[in-house]
């Protein structure tokens, strides 16, 4: 058997869930461009996601965003069944509201703090109408200057919302908790890095995990350390993958830094995350100047043609070398791995499996972009708020 063929069933367990907001429109602060034939419903949104599914095989449930999505979910779960995908993990929204200018979950007043669980509470009934397991918390809360607000105050607010809300969930539910070191507020978050979501959701219980957003450190930052840790600890829940050169730049996953991909997938790999049911990989990625579907193939595949090279890693001479002090060998052996082409023997892989050897062209030669760009005329493009 050769080495590729012994990695082939992990390979084919991978699943990527995308999120619905990639296919709506998105920018930056300065401008959100129209992309035609983009979805105006969240029915459109899972039709352009099971393309994804349909050409990769990668892609089979797709993270919903409330209240961008609200529709009747039951027959939206039907509709995502009869394109063949499922629907995901559930993400709330406390950062689009006014009275929400000072925080959620961690407001002084106790009626906005009240409404804010109540939305999570609306997000648990969600979940059980679309069989989500999951209820991502991403919170856009701190203050822009040093005096502004009492940051004690906030996290023990926090800890009180977070077990309402975890309280709530059914048995097999969890609570994700998503950390972010700045933006929208500038000198301190509430939630800014992986030690504080920890310390929240281990004070919960089992059901709640940490998500992993590779787009939210500081530049620098040793992101396969901190999935190396999560995994030790059993708390990494779910990873929002993307790529930044600079802030949070939700660009796609492997385009700025393929060797950093490289290196937090060996880590997943080595902490018995691959293919863990403890484990959600998600993309969360906008796509402001290419076009959306093939943005998410582009993604999925990168992240696929990473995780190959990633499970050749010869551990066995790795670890030899480790032990025996060879830094350079464990090096090499390291980027051995790292700089195989894996895409030949991936596109055989992939036709014998029904699927197309090039998914990308196989989408591109489907007519279907062209279709939803005659078809979608009139009415209001999703975006954000829709
Ligand atoms: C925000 O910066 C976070 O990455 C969120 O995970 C995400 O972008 C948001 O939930 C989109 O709905
Ligand atoms: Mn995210």
């Not at 030690?195 to 530049?219: F, N």
């Not at 660009?251 to 995350?273: C, K, S, T």
């Not at 796509?287 to 043609?305: C, D």
């Not at 051995?336 to 030669?365: I, K």
Request: glycine letters at 8%; aromatic letters at 10%; a negative charge.
């Amino acid at each position: 058997m050769t080495a590729f063929e012994q990695i082939t069933d992990d390979l084919a367990a991978q699943a990527i869930e995308l999120p619905s907001w990639a296919f709506g429109n998105s920018g930056t602060r300065f401008k959100v461009f129209g992309t035609p034939g983009t979805p105006r419903d969240p029915f459109e949104k899972i039709a352009d996601a099971a393309q994804v599914h349909r050409h990769t095989g990668l892609a089979p449930t797709v993270a919903l965003h409330i209240p961008w999505d609200r529709c009747d979910f039951a027959v939206l779960r039907a509709h995502a069944e009869e394109n063949g995908v499922r629907l995901g993990t559930v993400n709330s929204n406390t950062f689009q509201d006014d009275d929400y200018k000072f925080g959620a979950l961690t407001h002084e007043d106790p009626g906005v703090r009240k409404k804010a669980i109540d939305h999570h509470l609306e997000c648990i009934g969600i979940m059980h109408e679309t069989g989500s397991r999951d209820l991502k918390i991403w919170l856009a809360e701190g203050s822009n200057y040093p005096g502004q607000a009492d940051m004690r105050g906030r996290q023990d607010r926090l800890h009180e919302s977070l077990r309402t809300i975890y309280e709530r969930l059914g048995d097999d539910q969890r609570l994700v908790l998503e950390y972010k070191f700045f933006e929208p507020a500038f000198y301190h978050t509430d939630v800014p890095d992986w030690g504080t979501s920890y310390a929240q959701v281990a004070a919960l219980g089992d059901k709640a995990v940490v998500c992993l957003d590779t787009g939210h450190h500081a530049p620098g930052t040793n992101i396969e350390f901190i999935v190396m840790q999560l995994l030790r600890l059993g708390k990494l829940g779910s990873f929002d993958f993307n790529s930044r050169f600079y802030a949070d730049d939700d660009l796609i996953v492997g385009a700025a830094d393929p060797f950093q991909l490289f290196r937090i997938l060996v880590e997943v790999v080595r902490g018995g995350g691959l293919n863990s049911p403890d484990v959600a990989f998600m993309l969360d990625q906008c796509h402001n100047v290419e076009k959306k579907i093939p943005g998410q193939i582009r993604s999925v595949l990168n992240v696929q043609e990473m995780t190959a090279r990633a499970l050749l890693l010869d551990t066995e001479a790795l670890r030899a070398a480790q032990v025996s002090g060879d830094v350079l060998e464990a090096n090499a052996v390291f980027m051995d791995a790292f700089q195989t082409d894996v895409r030949p023997l991936l596109a055989e892989w992939r036709a014998g499996r029904g699927l197309p050897a090039d998914p990308m062209r196989a989408y591109l030669d489907s007519g279907y972009q062209e279709a939803i760009e005659a078809e979608r005329v009139g009415g209001v493009q999703a975006g954000w708020g829709a």
